[in-house]
């Protein structure tokens, strides 16, 4: 599965930036689609995710009620809308896609195969 990511940016604290990821017409709907990220020196980590066989979406405590997966299926695309953005934001954002579809399959990277090229994502005090 090819992926792409992009949207990133620098913003200050409390703005808001919209992450999109496509991936190829023959694979979005049979995938989970999700967010990890990477700040310097920190090992790579979930962000959000949506299950391909429920609909359902499940983020990490430190973006719940600011981060909101969305998608459009006709052009593929999967959004990450960040709002109220913190410093502690700030990494190199990736969207994967994984064969899984239950909760604790999806929030362990192992289990996605498939990534994009990163995003940068910097968030100013």
């Known amino acids: 599965v090819q992926l792409q990511a992009y949207g990133g940016g620098l913003v200050q604290a409390g703005a808001s930036l919209r992450l999109s990821c496509t991936a190829p017409?023959?694979?979005?709907?049979?995938?989970?689609m999700g967010w990890f990220r990477q700040a310097p020196g920190k090992a790579r980590e979930f962000v959000a995710v949506r299950s391909y066989r429920s609909g359902n979406k499940w983020y990490a405590d430190s973006v719940k009620g600011r981060f909101t997966l969305s998608r459009d299926n006709a052009r593929n695309t999967m959004f990450l809308q960040m709002d109220s953005l913190k410093p502690e934001d700030t990494a190199l954002y990736y969207c994967a896609a994984s064969g899984y579809y239950s909760y604790s399959d999806l929030t362990s990277i192992v289990n996605y195969k498939d990534w994009g090229q990163g995003t940068q994502v910097t968030v100013s005090s």
């Open positions: 017409a023959r694979t979005f709907g049979i995938y989970s």
